[in-house]
């Protein structure tokens, strides 16, 4: 691992454990997490619900500790040096956690005051954003729509100037048009050199990162590139539908030539095992050859990683 005070690196982490109190024993929310963030760079951490994403996003952002390992953000420690990094990140939860009584633009200038900054002095590195819900300026935040939520979230998360941004599930329950619009606006701010962390459970926005990691059940599976992730798939994958998706998928895992077999949008996935030749298909399928996505590098993954 690279050290922590190299210049290089905006967000490092070594050996990160979390256990929570479950009854008379505990579960494990993260084991063993060794990752780094590079400065500038989009970086996703992908994962379903309950993988691991929001602790270790509250770890690196000094609100809960870490029960082994080490941590350091923009080169400062997670546990000694918190008030330090507070100053320097912004942090958008993925539950909705402004003022909802406050209208549009109160929470903002609240957020700013905290800061000791000002909506104006920061205004150029928001503007694409607020330009979008400076309408509703006089709205409570309560009454905005979840997109307009988000916008204002990441608004009130970028006004001090951060150098490194913390996004947690941004997009979860917003349509897909702000979802697109908000991955553009991303690429805004990491052109303006901020260090952005992202985490979701949708895997189409991995290919929007410079690099991802998959995490599942509290233990990082894989990191590297969208690119790199799926070109060394490495196996053979085809893409099936029947007359009866149940009866289908149910055929595919039983088929001696199949390794993995899932639902796939409209169709079902099938990865051949290595070295198997191509199965009989039924002459009722439609079957055609295929290359994975990082759903599929997912879900292979997971099947390696048990």
Same mark, same amino acid.
Request: aromatic residues 10%; proline residues 6%.
């Given at each position: 691992? !690279?050290?922590?005070?190299? *210049? ?6 070594e050996?990160i454990? *979390?256990?929570?109190?479950?009854g008379?024993? *505990?579960?494990t929310?993260l084991q ?8 500038? @760079?989009?970086?996703g951490?992908i994962?379903?619900?309950g ?8 770890i ?7 029960d082994?390992g #080490?941590?350091?953000?923009?080169g400062l420690?997670?546990v ?9 990140v912004g ?9 909802p009584d ?13 800061? =000791? ?6 205004y150029h ?5 607020? @330009? !979008?819900?400076?309408? $509703?300026?006089d $709205?409570?935040?309560?009454q905005?729509?979840g997109?307009?939520?988000q *916008? ?7 006004? #001090? ?10 997009t979860?329950g ?5 979802r697109?619009? $908000? ?8 052109? @303006? ?5 992202v ?8 290919s ?5 990691? $998959?995490?599942q ?5 894989q990191?590297?590139?969208?690119e =790199?992730i799926r070109?060394?798939?490495g196996?053979?994958?085809?893409a ?8 289908t998928?149910?055929?595919?895992r039983n088929l001696?030539e ?9 169709w079902l /996935?099938?990865v051949?095992?290595p070295?198997?030749? !191509? ?13 994975p996505?990082? @759903?599929?590098?997912?879900?292979? =993954?997971?099947?390696t /990683?048990g």
């Amino acid at each position: 691992m !690279q050290k922590s005070d190299s *210049k290089d690196i905006a967000i490092l982490a070594e050996g990160i454990g *979390k256990w929570y109190p479950a009854g008379k024993g *505990k579960v494990t929310a993260l084991q063993d997490i060794d990752l780094s963030v590079a400065r500038g @760079e989009r970086f996703g951490v992908i994962g379903p619900d309950g993988a691991g994403k929001t602790s270790l996003f509250r770890i690196l952002t000094t609100l809960l500790l870490p029960d082994a390992g #080490h941590a350091a953000v923009d080169g400062l420690d997670v546990v000694k040096d918190f008030r330090r990094i507070r100053l320097r990140v912004g942090y958008m939860p993925g539950k909705f956690s402004l003022y909802p009584d406050l209208t549009v633009a109160e929470n903002l200038d609240f957020f700013a005051s905290i800061f =000791n900054t000002t909506v104006k002095e920061n205004y150029h590195l928001i503007r694409d954003i607020y @330009e !979008q819900i400076e309408p $509703f300026r006089d $709205f409570r935040a309560s009454q905005l729509s979840g997109g307009m939520k988000q *916008k204002l979230a990441l608004s009130c998360a970028l006004i #001090h100037r951060p150098s490194i941004l913390f996004l947690d599930e941004p997009t979860t329950g917003v349509d897909a048009v702000s979802r697109r619009e $908000f991955w553009e606006l991303l690429r805004g701010l990491q052109s @303006e050199g901020i260090t952005i962390l992202v985490s979701t459970p949708y895997m189409d926005e991995a290919s929007r990162c410079d690099r991802v990691a $998959f995490l599942q059940n509290g233990r990082l599976m894989q990191v590297d590139s969208p690119e =790199n992730i799926r070109r060394g798939f490495g196996k053979e994958l085809w893409a099936v539908k029947g007359p009866d998706i149940l009866n289908t998928l149910a055929t595919l895992r039983n088929l001696p030539e199949i390794d993995n077999a899932y639902p796939f949008g409209e169709w079902l /996935h099938a990865v051949l095992k290595p070295g198997a030749a !191509q199965p009989g298909w039924p002459a009722a399928w439609q079957v055609r050859r295929t290359e994975p996505d990082i @759903e599929d590098c997912f879900i292979d =993954n997971m099947k390696t /990683h048990g």
